[in-house]
């Protein structure tokens, strides 16, 4: 069941906590009233006569309806189409990371902000950051702004969760009790839900970009005092772009560097091998001469019995010393 709801302002003060669909029209007429409507899950007549009202591009809400959208923002006759992607990533000790990412498509017409969400993504967030800033007498510029700013700190937070994972890995990589084959599991998990956080946080810097050259428009009318502001979300976006795919590096060096370490345990391992097979040889050597049948020193007499037990053990001991020394054992 799709769900309605919206709150109007009028002069930077919130004058309604519900906005009637009905009205919804004439409070977008009134140049001095601020509004917001927020449809979750909406069905396809709700949108349909909703566009049909307000003249909303029937691309843009094909776009707002469609599964699997890229993040984008683009400009229509009349209103600015956006679609972005909030992040929220938990992580189980058995599972691994798990990546919700929710889709936020918005309307921007010239003062009203119209949001089609799934109900997934909890905006008492943004509600919050509206009410915190202060900031919506400056029109709808505002709106536009608390949303983003919060879906981009969203993303901060999702790519330092995974943050704390690789080094978890890293500390797990270099540790005495490592297993491969877990590790190469937990490598595969953070990378594959780090590939799905990228193609939501990448895009974002497109979108605020966006939105910024979009503002000299009638379309999209920013009050200048927002300018930092917009700046400011420009450059998390472009901060949180850049960490993500600094993690991406460090994810494949670390797997690369359990691959190397692998293979420096199995040289260990060869080379200790092949030290005790030539500790043993000698041992087979010794029994193997004295045990001819041709006469030798000691032969048939107890003094035989004592050289090669003295063969041996001079032999063994020898070796053994040299391996320890070149680090071989």
Known sequence: MSMVQGRTWRDGVEERDHVPVAELSELLADPRCL???????????????????????????????????????????GHVFLTCYATSLTIDAADGPRL??????????????ITVRSGEFDFDQVLQRWSDEGQLGHGVGALVHGMLDTIVDGHFDAIQALDDEVEALEDMLFGDDVRPRAFHQRVFGVRKVLAQLRRKVLPMREVVSAVIRFRT???LPI??????????????????????????EVVGNAF????SLQDARL????KKLAAWAAIIAVPTAVTGWFGQNLPYPGYASGFGLVLSIAMILIGVAGLYLLFRKVDWL
């Open 35 to 77: 509004v917001w409507l927020d449809l979750v899950d909406p069905e396809p007549e709700l949108l349909a006569s909703l566009a049909e009202e307000l003249a909303l591009d029937r691309h843009a809400v094909e776009d707002a309806a469609a599964p699997f959208e890229r993040p984008k923002a683009t400009r229509h006759a």
């Open 100 to 113: 919700a990412t929710p889709r936020i498509s918005a309307f921007v017409l010239p003062n009203g902000l």
């Open 217 to 219: 428009s009638e379309t």
């Open 223 to 248: 009050s200048h005092e927002l300018d930092g502001d917009f700046d400011d979300l420009y450059d998390h976006a472009i901060r949180a772009a850049d960490w993500s795919e600094s993690l991406r």
């Open 256 to 259: 690369e560097t359990s691959l």
């Open 267 to 270: 040289n260990d391992i060869m």
